[in-house]
Protein backbone atom coordinates (compact mmCIF):
# COMPACT_ATOMS: atom_id res chain seq x y z
CA UNK A 1 0.00 0.00 0.00
CA UNK A 2 1.48 3.14 -0.94
CA UNK A 3 2.08 5.51 1.81
CA UNK A 4 -1.04 7.26 3.19
CA UNK A 5 -0.59 11.33 3.71
CA UNK A 6 -1.29 13.44 6.38
CA UNK A 7 -4.88 14.71 6.44
CA UNK A 8 -7.44 15.80 8.38
CA UNK A 9 -11.24 15.75 8.43
CA UNK A 10 -12.79 19.45 9.66
CA UNK A 11 -16.25 20.75 9.41
CA UNK A 12 -19.62 19.55 7.57
CA UNK A 13 -19.67 20.63 3.90
CA UNK A 14 -22.41 18.36 2.67
CA UNK A 15 -25.30 16.73 3.89
CA UNK A 16 -27.85 14.05 2.54
CA UNK A 17 -29.89 13.11 4.97
CA UNK A 18 -32.40 10.25 5.07
CA UNK A 19 -33.33 10.79 1.33
CA UNK A 20 -35.90 8.78 -0.26
CA UNK A 21 -37.99 9.45 -3.36
CA UNK A 22 -40.66 7.78 -5.35
CA UNK A 23 -41.77 8.01 -8.71
CA UNK A 24 -44.38 6.53 -10.81
CA UNK A 25 -45.24 4.26 -7.48
CA UNK A 26 -42.02 3.16 -7.67
CA UNK A 27 -39.10 3.08 -5.12
CA UNK A 28 -36.35 4.95 -6.71
CA UNK A 29 -34.41 5.88 -3.52
CA UNK A 30 -34.42 5.00 0.04
CA UNK A 31 -32.99 6.39 2.94
CA UNK A 32 -29.98 7.71 1.26
CA UNK A 33 -27.42 9.20 3.63
CA UNK A 34 -23.96 10.73 3.26
CA UNK A 35 -21.35 13.25 4.69
CA UNK A 36 -18.62 15.17 2.94
CA UNK A 37 -16.23 16.93 5.09
CA UNK A 38 -13.74 19.43 4.23
CA UNK A 39 -10.03 17.31 4.08
CA UNK A 40 -7.61 19.42 5.38
CA UNK A 41 -3.95 18.67 4.30
CA UNK A 42 -1.31 21.02 6.43
CA UNK A 43 0.19 23.31 3.70
CA UNK A 44 -1.68 22.53 0.85
CA UNK A 45 -4.95 23.25 -0.45
CA UNK A 46 -7.11 20.09 -1.12
CA UNK A 47 -10.45 20.31 -2.52
CA UNK A 48 -12.80 17.19 -2.09
CA UNK A 49 -13.82 15.11 -4.78
CA UNK A 50 -16.53 12.55 -4.51
CA UNK A 51 -18.42 10.12 -6.34
CA UNK A 52 -21.76 8.39 -6.60
CA UNK A 53 -21.12 4.98 -8.55
CA UNK A 54 -23.49 2.57 -9.70
CA UNK A 55 -25.39 0.83 -12.30
CA UNK A 56 -27.46 2.28 -15.05
CA UNK A 57 -30.98 3.49 -13.41
CA UNK A 58 -29.92 2.95 -10.71
CA UNK A 59 -30.72 6.59 -9.70
CA UNK A 60 -28.00 8.48 -9.90
CA UNK A 61 -29.05 11.36 -11.70
CA UNK A 62 -32.36 11.46 -9.53
CA UNK A 63 -30.13 12.05 -6.45
CA UNK A 64 -27.60 14.54 -8.60
CA UNK A 65 -30.87 16.44 -8.95
CA UNK A 66 -31.89 16.50 -5.59
CA UNK A 67 -28.25 17.29 -4.34
CA UNK A 68 -28.47 19.64 -6.67
CA UNK A 69 -31.50 21.34 -5.49
CA UNK A 70 -33.41 21.03 -8.56
CA UNK A 71 -35.68 18.48 -7.36
CA UNK A 72 -37.38 17.57 -4.28
CA UNK A 73 -37.18 14.42 -2.25
CA UNK A 74 -40.11 13.04 -0.98
CA UNK A 75 -38.48 13.04 2.73
CA UNK A 76 -35.30 13.89 3.74
CA UNK A 77 -32.58 16.90 3.32
CA UNK A 78 -29.99 18.29 1.60
CA UNK A 79 -27.67 20.82 3.69
CA UNK A 80 -24.80 22.57 2.46
CA UNK A 81 -21.61 24.92 3.26
CA UNK A 82 -20.29 25.63 6.15
CA UNK A 83 -23.66 27.12 7.87
CA UNK A 84 -25.30 23.79 6.74
CA UNK A 85 -28.58 25.13 5.06
CA UNK A 86 -31.08 23.24 2.65
CA UNK A 87 -29.50 23.38 -1.18
CA UNK A 88 -31.64 25.39 -3.31
CA UNK A 89 -31.73 25.60 -7.17
CA UNK A 90 -28.42 27.66 -8.45
CA UNK A 91 -26.59 27.50 -5.08
CA UNK A 92 -24.39 25.12 -6.67
CA UNK A 93 -22.76 24.56 -10.52
CA UNK A 94 -24.17 21.77 -12.16
CA UNK A 95 -23.00 19.91 -15.41
CA UNK A 96 -26.15 17.96 -15.93
CA UNK A 97 -26.10 14.52 -18.20
CA UNK A 98 -26.81 16.34 -21.71
CA UNK A 99 -24.19 19.40 -21.15
CA UNK A 100 -27.00 22.09 -22.03
CA UNK A 101 -25.91 25.45 -23.14
CA UNK A 102 -26.51 29.04 -24.83
CA UNK A 103 -27.16 27.47 -28.15
CA UNK A 104 -27.54 31.05 -29.63
CA UNK A 105 -24.33 31.98 -28.52
CA UNK A 106 -21.02 31.03 -29.21
CA UNK A 107 -18.35 28.99 -27.21
CA UNK A 108 -16.48 31.71 -25.49
CA UNK A 109 -19.66 33.37 -24.94
CA UNK A 110 -21.05 30.74 -23.18
CA UNK A 111 -18.10 30.62 -20.94
CA UNK A 112 -17.69 34.74 -20.56
CA UNK A 113 -21.54 35.00 -19.62
CA UNK A 114 -21.07 32.11 -16.68
CA UNK A 115 -17.96 34.39 -15.10
CA UNK A 116 -19.85 37.51 -15.25
CA UNK A 117 -22.80 35.85 -13.36
CA UNK A 118 -20.08 34.84 -10.85
CA UNK A 119 -19.03 38.50 -10.94
CA UNK A 120 -16.42 38.70 -12.83
CA UNK A 121 -15.95 41.92 -15.39
CA UNK A 122 -16.11 41.53 -18.98
CA UNK A 123 -11.95 41.69 -19.04
CA UNK A 124 -11.23 39.20 -16.55
CA UNK A 125 -14.16 36.99 -17.60
CA UNK A 126 -12.59 36.67 -20.88
CA UNK A 127 -8.96 35.96 -19.59
CA UNK A 128 -10.37 33.38 -17.64
CA UNK A 129 -12.73 31.67 -20.65
CA UNK A 130 -9.63 31.99 -22.53
CA UNK A 131 -7.35 29.75 -20.19
CA UNK A 132 -10.20 27.28 -19.48
CA UNK A 133 -10.81 27.39 -24.18
CA UNK A 134 -6.66 26.58 -24.04
CA UNK A 135 -6.63 24.11 -20.65
CA UNK A 136 -9.94 22.04 -22.55
CA UNK A 137 -8.15 21.92 -26.16
CA UNK A 138 -11.10 24.27 -27.13
CA UNK A 139 -8.86 27.38 -28.45
CA UNK A 140 -10.16 26.35 -31.92
CA UNK A 141 -13.56 26.24 -31.02
CA UNK A 142 -14.41 29.58 -29.19
CA UNK A 143 -16.29 31.58 -31.93
CA UNK A 144 -18.39 28.07 -33.09
CA UNK A 145 -21.91 27.87 -31.71
CA UNK A 146 -22.96 24.93 -29.82
CA UNK A 147 -24.92 22.66 -32.67
CA UNK A 148 -21.39 22.73 -34.59
CA UNK A 149 -19.58 20.96 -32.24
CA UNK A 150 -18.85 17.14 -31.28
CA UNK A 151 -20.50 15.60 -28.26
CA UNK A 152 -17.14 15.58 -26.46
CA UNK A 153 -16.14 19.05 -27.63
CA UNK A 154 -19.62 20.23 -25.83
CA UNK A 155 -19.38 18.55 -23.29
CA UNK A 156 -15.84 20.04 -22.55
CA UNK A 157 -17.53 23.20 -23.11
CA UNK A 158 -20.49 22.57 -20.78
CA UNK A 159 -17.46 21.37 -17.59
CA UNK A 160 -15.56 24.92 -18.81
CA UNK A 161 -18.70 26.70 -18.43
CA UNK A 162 -19.34 25.39 -14.88
CA UNK A 163 -15.93 26.10 -13.45
CA UNK A 164 -16.23 29.92 -14.65
CA UNK A 165 -18.94 30.37 -12.20
CA UNK A 166 -19.23 27.73 -9.21
CA UNK A 167 -17.91 28.95 -6.08
CA UNK A 168 -17.64 26.12 -3.71
CA UNK A 169 -19.78 22.61 -5.29
CA UNK A 170 -19.75 21.62 -8.39
CA UNK A 171 -21.89 18.59 -9.62
CA UNK A 172 -21.20 16.44 -12.87
CA UNK A 173 -23.30 13.45 -13.96
CA UNK A 174 -21.92 10.73 -15.89
CA UNK A 175 -18.72 13.90 -16.88
CA UNK A 176 -17.00 10.41 -18.59
CA UNK A 177 -19.27 9.32 -21.21
CA UNK A 178 -19.16 9.94 -24.78
CA UNK A 179 -15.26 10.85 -24.12
CA UNK A 180 -12.39 9.15 -25.42
CA UNK A 181 -9.29 7.83 -23.10
CA UNK A 182 -7.38 10.70 -24.02
CA UNK A 183 -10.41 13.12 -23.40
CA UNK A 184 -11.45 11.22 -20.04
CA UNK A 185 -7.46 11.74 -18.98
CA UNK A 186 -7.66 15.21 -19.65
CA UNK A 187 -11.03 15.79 -17.49
CA UNK A 188 -9.58 14.13 -14.51
CA UNK A 189 -6.30 15.27 -15.08
CA UNK A 190 -8.22 18.82 -14.57
CA UNK A 191 -10.60 17.83 -11.75
CA UNK A 192 -7.19 16.88 -9.50
CA UNK A 193 -5.79 20.78 -10.78
CA UNK A 194 -9.37 22.74 -9.95
CA UNK A 195 -9.62 20.62 -6.52
CA UNK A 196 -5.64 21.12 -5.72
CA UNK A 197 -5.92 24.80 -5.86
CA UNK A 198 -8.73 25.30 -3.56
CA UNK A 199 -9.54 24.01 -0.22
CA UNK A 200 -13.18 24.52 -0.05
CA UNK A 201 -14.20 23.19 -3.70
CA UNK A 202 -16.45 20.31 -3.78
CA UNK A 203 -16.85 18.06 -6.67
CA UNK A 204 -19.30 15.84 -6.87
CA UNK A 205 -18.96 13.03 -10.10
CA UNK A 206 -21.95 10.86 -10.60
CA UNK A 207 -20.78 8.13 -12.68
CA UNK A 208 -21.08 4.65 -13.46
CA UNK A 209 -17.20 4.44 -15.17
CA UNK A 210 -15.94 2.55 -12.55
CA UNK A 211 -11.86 3.18 -13.49
CA UNK A 212 -12.70 6.91 -14.03
CA UNK A 213 -14.09 7.27 -10.44
CA UNK A 214 -11.58 5.06 -9.24
CA UNK A 215 -8.78 7.39 -10.48
CA UNK A 216 -10.61 10.98 -9.87
CA UNK A 217 -12.34 10.09 -6.59
CA UNK A 218 -11.13 10.42 -2.76
CA UNK A 219 -14.66 8.67 -1.27
CA UNK A 220 -16.84 6.89 -3.44
CA UNK A 221 -19.94 5.66 -2.44
CA UNK A 222 -22.00 2.54 -4.61
CA UNK A 223 -25.36 3.02 -4.74
CA UNK A 224 -27.21 -0.34 -4.85
CA UNK A 225 -30.86 -2.35 -3.44
CA UNK A 226 -29.47 -3.59 -0.36
CA UNK A 227 -31.12 -7.48 0.39
CA UNK A 228 -33.05 -8.48 2.79
CA UNK A 229 -32.20 -11.94 4.49
CA UNK A 230 -34.18 -14.17 2.05
CA UNK A 231 -31.66 -12.37 -0.73
CA UNK A 232 -34.66 -10.50 -2.28
CA UNK A 233 -33.41 -6.64 -3.39
CA UNK A 234 -35.12 -4.18 -1.28
CA UNK A 235 -37.17 -1.73 -3.33
CA UNK A 236 -34.79 1.85 -3.64
CA UNK A 237 -30.92 2.46 -4.23
CA UNK A 238 -28.80 3.37 -1.08
CA UNK A 239 -25.45 3.62 -0.28
CA UNK A 240 -24.65 -0.31 -0.52
CA UNK A 241 -20.35 0.96 0.08
CA UNK A 242 -18.15 3.42 0.82
CA UNK A 243 -14.70 3.28 -0.62
CA UNK A 244 -12.30 5.42 1.35
CA UNK A 245 -9.36 6.00 -0.87
CA UNK A 246 -7.70 8.48 1.03
CA UNK A 247 -7.17 6.10 3.89
CA UNK A 248 -6.15 3.41 1.06
CA UNK A 249 -3.60 5.87 -0.21
CA UNK A 250 -4.89 5.80 -3.47
CA UNK A 251 -6.38 9.34 -3.37
CA UNK A 252 -3.99 12.59 -4.56
CA UNK A 253 -1.50 10.36 -7.05
CA UNK A 254 -0.78 10.76 -10.68
CA UNK A 255 -0.04 7.30 -10.82
CA UNK A 256 -2.82 5.85 -9.87
CA UNK A 257 -3.77 4.08 -12.23
CA UNK A 258 -0.71 1.45 -12.54
CA UNK A 259 -1.22 0.79 -8.58
CA UNK A 260 -2.63 -2.91 -7.87
CA UNK A 261 -4.60 -2.08 -5.32
CA UNK A 262 -6.68 -0.22 -7.54
CA UNK A 263 -6.41 -2.91 -10.27
CA UNK A 264 -7.65 -4.71 -7.26
CA UNK A 265 -10.31 -2.37 -6.21
CA UNK A 266 -11.67 -2.00 -9.70
CA UNK A 267 -12.39 -5.96 -10.16
CA UNK A 268 -14.06 -5.96 -6.52
CA UNK A 269 -16.35 -3.30 -8.10
CA UNK A 270 -16.77 -5.08 -11.44
CA UNK A 271 -18.19 -8.31 -9.49
CA UNK A 272 -19.65 -6.17 -7.38
CA UNK A 273 -22.09 -4.33 -10.21
CA UNK A 274 -24.15 -7.15 -11.53
CA UNK A 275 -25.42 -7.62 -8.33
CA UNK A 276 -26.27 -4.42 -7.59
N1 LIG B 1 -39.82 10.80 -14.49
C1 LIG B 1 -39.71 9.53 -14.16
N2 LIG B 1 -40.81 8.76 -13.89
C2 LIG B 1 -40.70 7.48 -13.53
N3 LIG B 1 -39.51 6.83 -13.40
C3 LIG B 1 -38.40 7.54 -13.64
C4 LIG B 1 -38.41 8.91 -14.04
N4 LIG B 1 -37.14 9.32 -14.22
C5 LIG B 1 -36.35 8.26 -13.94
N5 LIG B 1 -37.11 7.19 -13.61
C6 LIG B 1 -36.59 5.86 -13.23
O1 LIG B 1 -35.77 6.04 -12.10
C7 LIG B 1 -34.67 5.15 -12.16
C8 LIG B 1 -33.39 5.92 -11.95
O2 LIG B 1 -33.17 6.80 -13.05
P1 LIG B 1 -31.83 7.66 -13.15
O3 LIG B 1 -31.95 8.52 -14.36
O4 LIG B 1 -31.60 8.35 -11.87
O5 LIG B 1 -30.75 6.51 -13.36
P2 LIG B 1 -29.16 6.63 -13.50
O6 LIG B 1 -28.57 5.84 -12.39
O7 LIG B 1 -28.78 8.04 -13.62
O8 LIG B 1 -28.88 5.87 -14.87
P3 LIG B 1 -27.78 6.18 -16.05
O9 LIG B 1 -26.47 5.63 -15.53
O10 LIG B 1 -28.30 5.38 -17.18
O11 LIG B 1 -27.76 7.65 -16.29
C9 LIG B 1 -34.73 4.45 -13.51
O12 LIG B 1 -35.22 3.15 -13.30
C10 LIG B 1 -35.70 5.28 -14.31
O13 LIG B 1 -36.44 4.47 -15.17
MG1 LIG C 1 -27.95 9.17 -15.12
Redesign the pocket.
Known amino acids: MAKQPYYELKETLLKVENVSLE??G?Q?LRDVNVEIKNVVRPGLEQGQVVSFL???????????RIISGLDNPDSGTVLVGPNQVPVTKGSVGVVA?NYPLFEHRTVISNLVIAGRQSGLDGSAARDKADSFLKRFDLADQAGKYPAQLSGGQRQRVAIAQQFMCSEHFLLM??PFSGLDVNQIRKVIDLIHEVSSHDEQLTIII?T?DIESALEVADTIWV?GRERDSSGQPLPGANIVKTYDLISCGLAWREDVSQDPELIRLKQEIRELFPNL
Open positions: LGRIGPSGMGKTRLFQDEVHL
